[in-house]
T-cell receptor, first 113, second 114 residues
Framework: GNSVTQMEGPVTLSEEAFLTINCTYTATGYPSLFWYVQYPGEGLQLLLK?????DKGSNKGFEATYRKETTSFHLEKGSVQVSDSAVYFC????????????FGKGTKLTVNP | GAVVSQHPSWVICKSGTSVKIECRSL??????MFWYRQFPKQSLMLMATSNEGSKATYEQGVEKDKFLINHASLTLSTLTVTSAHPEDSSFYIC??????????FGPGTRLTVT
């Protein structure tokens, strides 16, 4: 079945550091890939998505590229801010994301000033 | 963007009682709603998928009689935890999607059973 593996946290960085959170997946067919962010005490918000191979999703300075050859969708940001502190979830699902999603375990990011 | 609300945001109940959690899509019609459970430091586990007007589809290992899901309208789904026990304490999150609307998540409900 479909599954998502993302790097274990927690990750602690200083402000303006470079961020990478690894995510790899196993899936049949051609799923869409997503990154969700959960700020403390809040629900999940879609951060970015990619629907086909070589697509790059981007939002708020975050980027991730759908790599079919390595079955990966790593999240990157060139310069993190304190406000980026949150838990990040990688997920996969059918096209569009309106149906059942499979989530990774989440990676908690803490950014210190 | 689309907004999904949950009520209550947190609830404490005694063992053996039932608790109802509401999930509402505020500005779109949700043909499908999902209920997730999130354990501390773990990912979201899908419990069930509900389509408006039909019975919910439960994931393997989720007790249908314990977690009652009702998707009575295009804007409301409820999850009732019946005869709650301390092991049911968790963070419950709903999400909703509609025609041409991707999945949006509610803020979650923290359930503590004493």
């Amino acid at each position: 079945g479909n599954s998502v593996t993302q790097m274990e946290g927690p990750v602690t960085l200083s402000e303006e550091a470079f961020l990478t959170i690894n995510c790899t997946y196993t899936a049949t067919g051609y799923p869409s890939l997503f990154w969700y962010v959960q700020y403390p005490g809040e629900g999940l918000q879609l951060l970015l998505k990619a629907t086909k191979a070589d697509d790059k999703g981007s939002n708020k300075g975050f980027e991730a590229t759908y790599r079919k050859e390595t079955t990966s969708f790593h999240l990157e940001k060139g310069s993190v801010q304190v406000s980026d502190s949150a838990v990040y979830f990688c997920a996969l699902g059918p096209q569009g994301g309106s149906e059942k999603l499979v989530f990774g375990k989440g990676t908690k990011l803490t950014v210190n000033p | 963007g689309a907004v999904v609300s949950q009520h209550p945001s947190w609830v404490i109940c005694k063992s053996g009682t039932s608790v109802k959690i509401e999930c509402r899509s505020l500005d779109f019609q949700a043909t499908t709603m999902f209920w997730y459970r999130q354990f501390p430091k773990q990912s979201l586990m899908l419990m069930a998928t509900s389509n408006e007007g039909s019975k919910a589809t439960y994931e393997q290992g989720v007790e249908k009689d314990k977690f009652l899901i009702n998707h009575a309208s295009l804007t409301l789904s409820t999850l009732t935890v019946t005869s709650a026990h301390p092991e049911d304490s968790s963070f419950y999150i709903c999400s909703a999607s509609g025609e041409r609307v991707e999945q949006y998540f509610g803020p979650g409900t923290r359930l503590t059973v004493t």
